[in-house]
């Protein structure tokens, strides 16, 4: 196992220098090898805290990884306020069925929220994962942004029309999605959480254009940010950000994580610019150099990673469940491979 | 109606789908097929003005929600337009045998945008395009592929963990002993084109516009 993971992570995702490059996954780390030494498989350990914990664990014991994470899936929030889940099977992490609400509904915050759901389970998860590695590696908490929380609550199909033909009717939503993100992120930061990771994949260009991220996504986003100091944040958006590298360095986040189709160049450049010092996190594609590729296609990317000065060399996104930890430990570098 | 209005016609359906405005793609399509417009050059029309938004989406100039209302103003015009076409096939005058497209995200997948767009994409190019919707299971794939006689399957899959689904579909064509009756293409935001060689997919389309034009090689 590699030493000092803990502190370099978190220097790392603050774009401080460190003795070795840090390396780690800060989406969701499950793989079916990882599942299959371990004991602990999936759907089990989506629904129980301690098999969490386990499985979750394994990225660091198993993959030795500088940092591990819970959950897995990107669906607590969304169940605890009304959307129906798909439990999913071994293969497969549990994914949203239904949405309870149409646009012209009033969405409702429940007070017992913390309650609810899984939320119990992820937080009791994290808590056991901090009491038994914490002093090891850092300790990630996922929650998922403010603006995909409202996609799935009405339906992405009905969301992408309504983020340009009714944005006004989409305030209320993202203001009881950024309580509710708000809510879980404060509970696994006090469960022990080093970092928050917000996950706001619906936030992406691929999805949607610079203008309608700037007024829905962007200012909940910071609000959730700021809610969550002096806790550090990393916020990952999937796909390519490079239109709004600068609102997101804006959001107060420690560190920003992408997919390598974003040119890394110009978000060092613009963080350059905003005179910050942020974490630069991923480098790895996650098709390409984990599912499709093997330990030397890994390799290879993560010494350009490391070239191109990312901070923290990791997948640009979750890491494929099917991906084989051989091809994953291929990331980790050691201090004298880089300069 | 002269030639100049059925011109109009066409542009106005044209303008429709890149305003995405489905209330003038819907009356665009009422007045071509009042004024005797060709309605598959109709349908061509705006499938254009879709590739040219598809266009604009990758040099991101365009985006999602765009598409997406496009994509309903051209299922507008659709509702008018495609009674007008089952016509035109039942008449035998409709030209060439429209091929019929099974589309679906696969099992375990609930993501459908992108497969959405396939689907409208091969609707406006001459395809009689089924959508299954997501979920799909193999057998539920080739059901459906069956009753209809179709020419082929499409089998799309958003995330690495359902994408070996894609391989389990085509295994289960050739168990099944009927791989050779369809031709098979995968897409998604996670399949690649050496993927599709390497699972035995016969095509492979990158985005809705690739997707229609391995298609058109498929059934040519
Ligand atoms: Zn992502």
Redesign the interface.
Known sequence: MRNGKREIFLKAIRGEATERPSVACVNQTGTYEQMAALGIKWPDSNFDADLMAGLAIGAHTILDLDAVRVPFCQTIEEEALGCGV?I??E???P???THPYDIDMTPHFPEDYLTRGRIPVLCKALKKVKEEVGDEVAVIGGVIGPFTIVGELIG??NF??A???HPKMLHEFLRVATKAATQLAQALVQAGADVICIEDMLAS?????PK?YKELAWPWEEELTSRIAPAPVILHICG?VN?IIKPMIATGAAALSFEPKTDVAAVKLAIQEEGKKIGVIGGID???DL??GNPEIARASALKAAEDGYDVIAPGC?I????TTETIKAMLLQETETC | MGKQDKDAVMSKLHDAIMNFNEDEARSGAEEAVKSGADVLKAVEVMGDAMSELGKGFEK?EV????I??AS?ALKEAMKVLQPEILKLVASGTAGKKRPIVIIGTVK???H??GK?MVATMMMTQGFDVVDLGHDVSPSAFLDKARELSATIIAASAL??????VQKDLIDFLNAKNVRQNFKVMVGGG?A?K??AERIGADGYGQDAIEGVEIAKKLTA
């Open positions: 798909l999913g099977d293969k497969n992490l994914s949203i069925a992405i199909n992408m029309v983020t340009l033909k260009m691929d999805m949607i254009s309608i390519r239109p996650t098709m390409k599912f499709f979750s494929p469940p099917g991906a | 991101m985006f999602l929600p765009e997406v209302m309903g375990g997948d609930v459908t945008v959405d995330m690495s963990t359902t994408l070996p996670v690649t050496e993927w």
